[in-house]
């Protein structure tokens, strides 16, 4: 298990120097859900969000890994073994965070800007990230919206991040639940972690917005990108298939990206809401559309129609989500796109391909230790995966990027 409890006087976690506190550790946690605690499809700052809290020391820090095969990897055993958490992962992960904001064109989908919008007449707004990691997502937002206040969690503390007065860093076992009061949040950022997902829910404001995205584990061609691409890319394929195969071993949801809609959707999984604020619903989405139309399917954000706050109020639930926005992108997975019509997507595609190049040699130990693989075939396997991208570039590889954004349902309206 990763450390549970430090000393309050150690020195914080800090970035080259500096004397700002980057991670604070929770001495205690709510009740964790009923959902598995692994669901995936891949692969702020003021006081410590309403709770006491000791600080992380560097030393402590370390004390979070394991060296695999000179490579750093969580230390916690009810953790899955996936991906390392190094500086080598910290720079695949900016290539792929910089490869979807060239697709979608900013950080976030649905109405993020409208419901963060600054009211000097409100309480401070506050959003919730989950999964931290290399901390690119949420300093940026930080950044674009420095009048919120951002809490970032993670399992473990992947990079020592530079302090920012509106983000607080907190790191312990999420899997024990959410360290968060009830209807604390105006909104949540989640990635693969869908087991959290009735306590994201206990933690939004009525009204708050919920929004998350992730990668598919399957390859697909822009041709014809419902039909995975099987036989025309079998090293690649088999490659994919093990990596499921492995994560299914230790409990992950693998296609939690698809799942995620129908959970939302389904209000029984959430507790009755007693209570009602009126939001103020943007009537468009913030998202800028103009690179999405080439990359997106399903319902694209700037073509669904946002209801009136005075309709919305007229058809209110009092439990679980509502306004359930599922979006799928594709990504190129290799530098296809013409880089005179399509600049932004052939950059993307660079990136990808950048991004694969670090990230499937580190899937060995999962190939080895969960899909029964030898370390020379899991080598040769991983080879093979990224090799066959550019053995034909006509096939034109593609992934899948799905996304969700929904409300957290007003409650029942008190009666006149």
């Known amino acids: 298990m ?183 949040f105006d909104m949540v950022h989640v990635g693969n972690y869908q087991f959290l997902i009735q306590e994201l829910y206990r933690v939004l404001r009525p009204g708050g917005l919920l929004i998350s995205g992730e990668f598919e584990n399957e390859t697909y061609g822009a041709d014809n990108p419902n039909t995975p691409l099987g036989d025309a890319s079998p090293r690649l394929s088999r490659a994919l298939a093990f990596v499921r195969q492995a994560l299914a071993a230790q409990g992950v949801t693998v296609d939690a990206g698809r799942q995620l809609p129908d959970m939302l959707n389904n209000s029984k999984l959430f507790p009755p809401i007693s209570h009602s604020t009126s939001p103020d619903f943007s009537s468009e989405s913030d998202s800028d559309d103009s690179r999405g139309t080439f990359s997106s399917t399903g319902t694209c954000e700037s073509c669904v129609p946002r209801l009136s706050t005075s309709h919305t109020m007229a058809n209110l639930t009092d439990t679980g989500f509502v306004d359930v926005t599922p979006s799928t992108f594709y990504i190129p997975a290799t530098p296809w796109p013409d880089p005179c019509t399509h600049p932004h997507l052939y950059e993307a595609g660079c990136r990808v391909v950048v991004g694969i190049q670090h990230g499937w040699p580190s899937l060995v130990p999962l190939l080895t230790t969960h899909a029964g693989l030898s370390t020379e075939d899991a080598r040769d396997v991983v080879t093979g995966a990224v090799e066959e991208r550019f053995v034909d570039l006509s096939l034109k590889h593609i992934m899948k990027f799905h996304t969700v954004w929904a409300y957290k349902a007003q409650g029942t309206l008190p009666s006149n």
């Open 2 to 184: 990763a450390p549970d409890r430090f000393e309050v006087d150690d020195q914080p976690y800090t970035y080259d120097g500096t004397e700002g506190v980057v991670y604070h550790v929770p001495g205690a946690v709510y009740e964790v859900s009923d959902f598995s605690p692994y669901d995936t499809d891949s692969d702020t700052a003021s006081v410590c969000s309403q709770h006491s809290a000791s600080t992380l020391s560097s030393q402590d820090a370390r004390a979070y890994f394991e060296d695999v095969g000179g490579r750093l990897y969580p230390i916690d055993q009810a953790l899955p073994i996936f991906m390392p958490q190094d500086e080598q992962e910290s720079r695949r992960l900016d290539h792929e965070h910089f490869a979807l904001k060239l697709v979608l064109g900013c950080n976030y989908i649905g109405p993020v800007a409208s419901h963060l919008r600054h009211d000097p007449m409100a309480p401070r707004k506050r959003v919730l990230d989950i999964g931290t990691q290399q901390g690119t997502w949420v300093q940026e937002m930080a950044s674009e919206f420095p009048h919120v206040e951002f809490v970032s969690l993670d399992f473990s503390p992947m990079a020592a991040h530079i302090p920012r007065e509106n983000i607080t860093f907190e790191v312990y076992e999420l899997y024990s639940g959410l360290v968060e009061a009830d209807a604390s």
